[in-house]
């Protein structure tokens, strides 16, 4: 019994040792070398080990049939792969017995099927299983079936550089059409600079024109592009179909139901490997599907010193400083899994200088992969998906986001499928800070694939939705007018980017999208107040919103100004909390602001871009309003928005209803003038707010209100209203807008 | 707490001896007009109680419906009856016990092909008046990898066609099933005029389905 636990992952004895993350690596290598002779002394009498001893050493041209012995020895296997999953040589054993039909073609996918490996899978059974491959004796259906396996086994085999030597062969499967799709998968994941050839890419090429436009095909040749653009001259779609098909094999849950069991073994096996690991990730490495790989290297640990000091790369798992970063900067090995990439600050910081587009392609689409894979294709619809576990992968894709301040756009494409069936609160923090990240997204698209699913979400969702939702939004917008002032040149009104973002965007497509946007948080806004009856917290995110647009021209360099809609204007004005009022009364100042500067400069420069005559219009219209209502107390003035029937405000009784939203007898402001009105006559037993309105007890009110912190009220007063002191009523003060 | 005690859910499709009859003589009064229009469910056909909102929760496989009801009937600012039906039509027996349905809602299990063709034979014993914003779609499983796309497609054509909302649940996690009820909640509080200045029209012709593009598609522009 001690003896199979050992074949199929170190004995706990040492694996405690290798725990220890203080150990140096050499006396890990001892101990590892003590273990495997205590191993190879328990082998003998183990059934499990005489059954691959058995496979190993089966002649050619056994019969299957009727051979109990047979039977016997792979159902002890398959027991022993389903449960624990086999050990390194017992995956080389079982894949060339399979591979080389010694028995036939029958038992060839029962055993593909029951190889899950408990550590890794050593590269050298994968290339000898290749090279059967090429025999030609394999049906059709197993070959398939044998690329598939790789394919989901990629990131456990143990190594890739002999995998990578012998490319060109590989390569030479792509013409068998079955096995065109899988192959370009393995080749995609293999691909490096110096496999990038002529006739590979004319080949690929004539299988495009043979097979139409392929997605499998377009993914390796857009790899082939980046890494070579003068060889591949063909266009690639920006948006392209989610890349190779999801190989839903009979694997990947068995996969991680053996890693789920015997997760800490896997993780301290695999740990050997790495000189990069933190304490931290061990706990995660549990569950071995969702988080991220550790970094490593593509290179043979022991081959690693000569091959690369003889071509020059350094693997990043080697660097420890920023220093020696800058040091090997240009002859930089990733490592096999990218993955690893977004745990690693140092590699953050490699992708974020050099820019290396194959390096974010390859991060992409296994990021693209990973998501689509855990949350849209989950194996039991999201039942027994380990939140805990979603939860820190996404944390840390968004903490990504945040060092490289930009989004990814496999998490962008993955954000636009997922919404549309996201219930609204499955992982909401998380999914609202990715929406918040993505990039600009062209005015012709963001209806489809933004709008329409926020927007059924946003009417049938709870009220702490649509104030998260309206927080994600600002969020969106600030980082889109901060890419717009990074990334603006001067005197070029086109959008200039890098190629790291892969969007050619020009100024007047980039204004649509943000005017889109606005707009459409516009119409979110009016009737989600409708809805929750104008309720405060709601107009605060909304207010927080308009404080972004308010300021586009003078704090992000756009010449664009969009005024609130009516039903975000009334609602805050006649607000019942003075809070709203008074961040009404900012906004409108800052508007105000940056519409003058607006105008000046296009006097001064005679730019080619102006605002349009409607946004002053509105402006005036709204300001003439605020003024007229909050100061000169003539609310339902012909030409408002909101008029009512003479007969009606009659009927209603209300004592000279225009001054019902004036600074004193705002609902908002009411309380502050009884409170003005007891300080200023303490001694009167007869309320009269109208008394305030004199001229002298008016400004002593605003002074008042202004050190009650309604600053905002106070910067709106001071640009909108001039008064002229005269003695008499306070009706003499006169409006004042330098507007058209 | 008193509303709470109101608040009551209520099975209406009983099975039993009761139910054989109902399947026969619903079978032989196919042709019948009259027999037809009596089981037509009808928005309008009774007063709205005071306060009072009636949710109608229809599934083929009747185990979310279950826990959704329970959630909903904690609800206390409203009263909230809760009836349940495999699917419609409804029995003629309870007509007079029934209260006035404000919302209609089809639970599609989209891993069951037969849940989607249920809620779809269901559709038609619906008057036509509930189309006007009083019915709503909630499909369950559709992140699961078994589900293919075109079920998904279909049951979006189907809301799309009949302009109304379709809402997806987690039906397995209590998070998901709180977030559920609270979104019929949201929707039935219109649906049954309890919320000033809006009706079943407007919310869903703001939050009603449409077929989205296939986000897949290569665009070669």
Known sequence: MAAKLNLSGPSDSDQSSLNDQSVSSRSINRSLRVAEKQRRKNEAGDPFV???????????????????????????????????????????????????LRMGTILCPRVLKCLIPATVVPQEAVVRAVVWLGVGKIPFGTQVLFIKWVLTMFDMIDAKDHLRAIYGFIFSFVTEENLCPYICHLLYLLTRKESVRVFRVRKLLELQSKLGRQPFLLHLLSLYKVFCPELVTLSIPSRMKSGFRNHNSPWKSVLIGVQKRNGSQVASSIGLAFTIKDKTNTRKRKHCHLE??????????????????????????????????????????LPAQMGSLLGSSLALQYLDCVQDESALLRLNFWLGYALHEEFLFCGDGGASQNSEEALQFLNKLLSTQHFLQEGFSSSEAFLYKFLSVWDGSLLRPQILGLLSNIPVVPSSQIRQLLFEPLMQLFFTSSMFFKCG???????????????????????????????HTSINMTLSGFKDSVMELVNFV?????????????????????????????????????????????????????????????????????YKVNLTSAKNQEKVTEQAFHISRQTFREFNHYVVVMV????????????????????????SNVPEYWTSFDLIHHPAFLSYAVDFHQRCWPGRKD?????????????????????????????????????????????????????? | MTSDARSEKKRETETGPEGIDRIEIRLDLFTNVNWTRMSLLKPFSRLPGLNTASILLVENEEQFQQSLADALVEETAVTVNVRLAKSLPLPMKNEEGRPRIDLVVFIINLTSELSFQSAEASLKYLDPGYFLGKVC???????????????????????????????FAEDQTPDGVANATERLL????????????????????????????????????
């Open chain 1, 50 to 100: 005489l059954a691959l001893k058995y496979f190993s050493d089966v002649e050619a041209g056994t019969p299957v049939l009727g051979n109990d012995d047979l039977e016997r020895n792979l159902v002890l296997v398959e027991k022993v792969a389903y449960s624990k999953g086999l050990s390194p040589e017992a995956i080389s054993i079982m894949l060339e017995f399979a591979m080389s």
């Open chain 1, 292 to 333: 991220l790989p550790a970094l490593s290297s593509v290179v043979n640990k022991q081959a690693q010193t000569e091959l690369s000091s003889s071509r020059k790369v350094v693997p990043l798992v080697q660097l420890h400083s920023f220093a020696q970063l800058l040091e090997n900067m240009h002859h930089i090995e």
């Open chain 1, 469 to 499: 939702l309206m927080e994600c939004l600002n969020n969106m917008l600030l980082k889109w007018l901060t890419w717009h002032s990074v990334y603006a040149l001067e005197d070029d009104l086109d959008i200039s980017l890098n190629s």
């Open chain 1, 522 to 590: 516009g119409r979110l806004a009016s009737v989600g107040l409708q809805l929750e009856g104008c309720h405060s917290l709601l107009l605060s995110f909304i207010l927080d919103f308009y404080e972004t647009v308010c300021d586009t021209f003078l704090k992000y360099g756009l010449p664009l100004v969009v005024m609130p809609p009516a039903g975000v204007f009334y609602p805050t004005l006649f607000a019942a909390d003075p809070v709203s009022v008074d961040r009404l009364a900012y906004i409108m100042y800052r």
């Open chain 1, 628 to 651: 007229n209502c909050l100061w000169n107390s003539k609310m339902f003035q012909p030409g408002m928005d909101v008029q009512l029937g003479e007969e009606l405000l009659l009927k």
């Open chain 1, 687 to 740: 309320m009269d707010l109208n008394s305030i309105k004199h001229s002298k007890p008016w400004s002593w009110y605003l002074e008042y209100l202004f050190t009650q912190g309604y600053d905002g009220l106070k910067q709106f007063v001071q640009s909108n209203i001039s008064r002229q002191l005269t003695a008499g009523d306070g009706q003499d003060n006169s409006l004042s807008t330098q507007q058209r």
């Open chain 2, 137 to 167: 779609f909630m499909v369950t499983n559709a992140r699961n990898a078994s589900v293919p796309t075109e079920r998904l497609d279909t049951v979006r054509k189907l809301a799309a066609s009949l302009h109304c909302p379709l809402l």
């Open chain 2, 186 to 221: 949201t929707i039935l509080k219109v649906a049954a005029g309890l919320v000033p200045m809006a009706t079943a029209l407007y919310l869903s012709n703001l939050t009603r389905c449409t077929v989205p593009p296939d986000i897949d598609q290569p665009s070669f522009d």
